[in-house]
């Protein structure tokens, strides 16, 4: 025999497959209707528990493996599709298409908007990318980003979430789990970080240099550059450490900043783009109390825990793939005042219209200890 007559053998037995796969999910389908009338959810893990057991017997030591990875797969596409039978909408959809269909048709250009820092700060060049024209208030800490939108100061919270060179910023997980916020907007930011002295200061008359603990991270390698003798200063907001330049009577600091804080608080820039990184992005969140869906959502962010038992995260993402779901992101976080227990956060690539969001959406509550769904929206780039 040659290649050929073992190819035809196998589409042989893929035709066998595919005919018993078609009636397989016509009997799911069936079992599924009887759940829906006898109240019953579609996950039935005792069940599925026994199945695996016995198709890892039967198949042997030499395939057991391959054989328990075919069948989980299988039993998460069975599952899916029982509850689109089952939830053909949950009360988590029901909230999704309201906020669908009454939130506006296009996204606000004027705007109470709350951002970290002062005038200059990365969080307003990001406020001013989304807003053609936002009153901004400015709060020192990303709480009072927060606060300010939950007593009804702003409407909108301007935050940095993750950077490409420093990663992800902890706290604002952190807060968004502890408000319960939703993200209306997402916008990727260029971040150039450059030098900035008062006139007249020399590079080597610099002593301490001051900024925001991200942009440190993102400078690293330059700020190792400048010597043992340069001390290296953390303070709230890039932007407050060139006002703090401006307004010090030394002679000896600078700040890692904007360059738009150069005209803002009479700075002279004395080296330009002093991040390590040339592709270095910081990706802004605006945050709402009210969850708002705009048209062309294609982005969902949630984050979830599991149960402490093995496969319990695969079954997520065995979900996830068999929807053919695109997962953009996913990071672990440490749950506060929980030992070594961690929720994960995604970010997923998926039209808000489309019928596997909603069976996503819907299944995924069934599947873990906590599901917190954080909006979906359209990243600005």
């Known amino acids: 025999m040659d290649l050929q007559d073992y190819r035809a053998q196998i589409d042989k037995v893929d035709d066998e497959l595919l005919a018993l796969f078609k009636k397989r999910m016509g009997i799911s ?4 209707q009887f759940k829906k009338e006898h109240g019953l959810q579609a996950l039935d893990a005792a069940r599925e528990r026994e199945k695996l057991a016995d198709i890892g017997e039967k198949a042997g030591d030499d395939i057991r493996s391959f054989a328990y990875i075919l069948y989980t797969t299988l039993f998460e596409i069975s599952r899916a599709h029982q509850v689109n039978i089952i939830n053909a909408e949950s009360d988590l959809n029901k909230i999704i298409s309201g906020a669908v269909e009454h939130t506006e048709r296009v996204f606000p250009q004027h705007a109470l908007v709350a951002c970290q820092g002062v005038e200059g700060a990365y969080s307003q060049i990001a406020c001013d990318r989304l807003f053609s ?9 990303f709480e009072g980003v927060f606060s300010a939108i939950r007593d009804g100061l702003c409407q909108y919270g301007l935050l940095p979430l993750e950077n490409s060179t420093a990663g992800s910023v902890n706290m604002v997980y952190d807060l968004m789990m502890k408000y319960s916020f939703k993200i209306a907007r997402s916008v990727r930011l260029k971040i150039d970080h450059n030098l900035l002295v008062k006139a007249g200061v020399k590079k080597e008359n610099i002593r301490e240099i001051f900024s925001h603990e991200q942009a440190i991270q993102q400078c690293a390698g330059y700020l190792k550059g400048l010597g043992k003798n340069v001390k290296v200063t953390t303070v709230a907001n890039t932007a407050e450490a060139a006002k703090m330049v401006a307004e010090s009577d030394r002679n000896d600091i600078a700040a890692l900043a904007s360059r738009s804080c150069c005209d803002l608080y009479a700075l002279k820039c004395l080296e330009s783009s002093v991040q390590d990184r040339g592709n270095n992005y910081t990706r802004f969140i605006c945050i709402s109390k009210n969850l708002e869906i705009y048209p062309g959502a294609d982005r969902t962010s949630i984050m979830l825990t599991t149960s402490h038992k093995p496969g319990s995260l ?32 995604f970010d997923l690539e998926t039209s808000v219209y489309s019928k596997k969001f909603s069976q996503l959406m819907c299944e995924l509550e069934n599947l873990c200890e906590e599901f917190h769904y954080l909006g979906s929206y359209t990243e600005i780039v």
Request: no cysteine.
């Open 29 to 32: 389908g069936q079992i599924a």
């Open 133 to 141: 024209d936002p009153n901004i208030l400015y709060f020192t800490g």
């Open 314 to 345: 695969y079954k997520v993402l065995g979900l996830i793939y068999a929807l053919g779901v695109n997962v953009v992101k996913l990071e672990s976080r440490p749950i506060p005042d929980r030992d070594f227990e961690f929720m994960f956060y």
